[in-house]
């Protein structure tokens, strides 16, 4: 783990420049369900995630991690709280205005990477800019980013060629292609064996560090949470550092 200063889900107050650069929510409260039935999946979260700084949450099945990355990528709306990606509101009511926000500032990487079968490795880490805005057609040199994460000779070959390891970089890589402010990862090394998942979130670590990256992974995988810098354990939807 890193030496800097962690910030702790119950005492980070205030916000510096820095902060809001990356993931900051606050009083974050979110239930799923209609009147007869309601569940608190998020209970008054606070989370700062800064630019560099990779954080995992673990908890156990239904704790309300996975409404936590939904909420910080705008693709759910909390019932309270604020949520700012890079000092942008991730809670306006505009679904249109989210998705493009999400666009531009935040990666998703999937438990399985999450490919399309057809498309290359290239084609796949290229697709984001592709789909994206003009703003965000002038992202990172796709080619250059499967170099960094160990892919360079494998460029050309479609999912089904690749190894689980493999695939999962593929996805780290065109999560980054865009220039996220925030990566939200969901239980990336849930396909892989041990010495895989130690590559990914080792990976994982030096892309945050590299490109000072917000990363917030959700893992059941406590072998890997050595690479982490924060430890949070989400129960019942709250929130807290992990002693
Ligand atoms: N669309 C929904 N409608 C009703 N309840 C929901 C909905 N989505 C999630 N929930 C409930 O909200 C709570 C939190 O769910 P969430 O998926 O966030 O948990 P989780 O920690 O990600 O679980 P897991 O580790 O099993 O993926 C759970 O009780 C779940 O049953």
Redesign the pocket.
Same mark, same amino acid.
């Given at each position: 783990m890193s030496s800097r200063p962690a910030p702790t889900a119950s005492t980070t107050t205030a916000d510096d420049a820095s902060d809001r650069l990356g993931l900051v929510m606050r009083g974050v409260s979110l239930r799923?369900?209609n009147a007869a039935?309601?569940?608190?999946?998020?209970d008054n979260v606070d989370l700062t995630v800064r630019p560099g700084e990779l954080a995992a949450v673990v !908890?156990? %099945?239904?704790? !309300?991690? %996975?409404?936590?990355?939904?909420v910080a990528g705008g693709l759910a709306r909390p019932d309270q709280g604020t949520v700012t990606v890079a000092g942008q509101d991730m809670t306006v009511p505009s679904r249109r205005t989210r998705t493009e926000l999400r666009r531009q500032h935040v990666g998703f990487v999937f438990q399985s990477g999450n490919l399309l079968p057809a498309l290359t490795a290239a084609d796949q880490v290229r697709l984001p800019l592709r789909l994206g805005s003009r703003s965000q057609r002038s992202g990172r040199d796709p080619l250059e980013l499967l170099a960094d994460v160990g892919m360079a000779d494998k460029s050309d070959r479609r999912p089904h060629q690749l190894s689980g390891g493999e695939r999962q970089r593929v996805g780290i890589a065109r999560a980054l292609v865009t220039e996220p402010s925030v990566l939200l990862v969901d239980?990336p090394t849930a396909a892989l064996d041990r010495a895989r998942s130690h590559e990914i979130v080792r990976l994982l670590a030096h892309e945050a560090r590299q490109r000072s990256v917000a990363v917030v992974m959700?893992t059941?995988d406590h072998d890997v949470l050595q690479y982490c810098d924060t430890v949070y354990e989400?129960v019942d939807?709250k929130l807290a550092t992990s002693s």
């Open positions: 799923h369900g039935e309601t569940v608190q999946a998020l !908890g156990p %099945s239904g704790a !309300g991690k %996975s409404s936590l990355l939904a239980e959700v059941h989400m939807g």
